[in-house]
């Protein structure tokens, strides 16, 4: 059990976290309002430029990523001990917008991965050719370790880009950096169930047996992460701040994960997933009911004890 000066601190960090998310999931709070002022200009270009064959769902999402790169790079910096500056943030907004677009021609206009890496090599002139192995999320046949490998690599590398800008160049610092990426995009991979099996991308979460299996895959990287984290040659202080928004996230993922099992009546069933309704898969973690589940275990974090988890129900009982 947490100490009570523990707790304090918790409850002060469980404030500006909550303040900042809020502002975050609400399309008319401050991180959406600041990324339209920076990319106006790019954005009504790209609106002008749009011959219809582009859906206004994709520049949503291209939003989304820049609000969430400025996010990320924020936390990141203040792990690092260093202040942001407006120039460091408009260039986090341009890197979500840069991050988002290999997203959508993977996702969304399904590009398999040697186009894309053709592209990369196009644009930015590399001597020598990048060669790969084309694997797809959206294959029958990926194996398990290669969707492993493709969301430990997306949310890794795009965790480090979002850290560029720090200057850090210790190599403990860029593998905490790289698994807590993983673990943010297994996170990710988690609330999307519904919506990456209607799509047909193939995650993580697509190799599970249970919905249990499932957080306990996220947990394991969860651990990873903030092992990594605690080995950081950094004030404890700010490792634990960081730690603790990091669990906090798990907490209402973990929630959400929770919710759509009782929806799923406790069982992973795919093909039944993709004909159920979206709005059982949407939870909004500002309702009354989340804050009340959500809050308890989220104030409880002690970073001295990684390995508790919370208490959400996710089997038959």
């Not at 809020?22 to 200009?41: C, E, F, P, Q």
């Not at 895959?217 to 490792?239: G, T, V, Y």
């Amino acid at each position: 059990m947490i100490h009570i000066a523990g707790k304090s601190n918790n409850i002060r960090r469980f404030l500006r976290l909550a303040w900042r998310m809020y502002h975050a999931n609400n399309t008319s709070g401050n991180y959406h309002r600041y990324v339209k002022r920076v990319a106006k200009d790019t954005i009504s270009l790209s609106h002008a430029l749009n011959d219809n064959t582009i859906p206004v769902r994709i520049f949503k999402k291209i939003n989304w990523y820049m609000v969430e790169s400025l996010i990320m790079g924020e936390m990141l910096a203040r792990l690092a001990g260093k202040q942001v500056t407006d120039r460091d943030r408009q260039t986090l907004v341009y890197l979500g917008a840069i991050m988002a677009l290999f997203d959508v021609f993977i996702d969304d206009f399904r590009f398999d991965r040697v186009r894309v890496l053709d592209i990369l090599d196009y644009t930015f002139s590399t001597d020598r050719p990048i060669k790969t192995v084309s694997d797809s999320q959206f294959g029958s046949d990926i194996t398990e370790e290669s969707i492993l490998s493709i969301t430990n690599g997306k949310g890794g590398v795009s965790a480090m880009i979002c850290s560029a800008f720090l200057g850090q160049k210790d190599e403990s610092f860029r593998k905490a950096v790289f698994e807590t990426g993983g673990f943010i995009q297994m996170m990710n991979d988690c609330q999307d169930i519904h919506k990456d099996t209607v799509s047909g991308i193939r995650t993580f979460v697509h190799f599970c047996n249970n919905f249990t299996e499932i957080f306990t895959r996220m947990n394991e990287q969860r651990l990873q992460a903030f092992r990594a984290l605690m080995l950081l040659d950094l004030p404890p202080e700010r490792k634990s701040a960081t730690l603790f928004e990091l669990n906090a996230m798990f907490v209402v993922i973990s929630y959400k994960l929770h919710v759509y099992s009782r929806a799923c009546n406790y069982t992973l069933n795919y093909p039944a997933i993709r004909e159920m309704d979206r709005k059982l898969f949407r939870i909004n973690p500002f309702s009354l009911r989340a804050i009340i589940s959500c809050v308890g275990p989220i104030l409880e974090f002690d970073s001295t004890d990684l390995e508790a988890v919370p208490d959400f129900k996710f089997e038959q009982s």
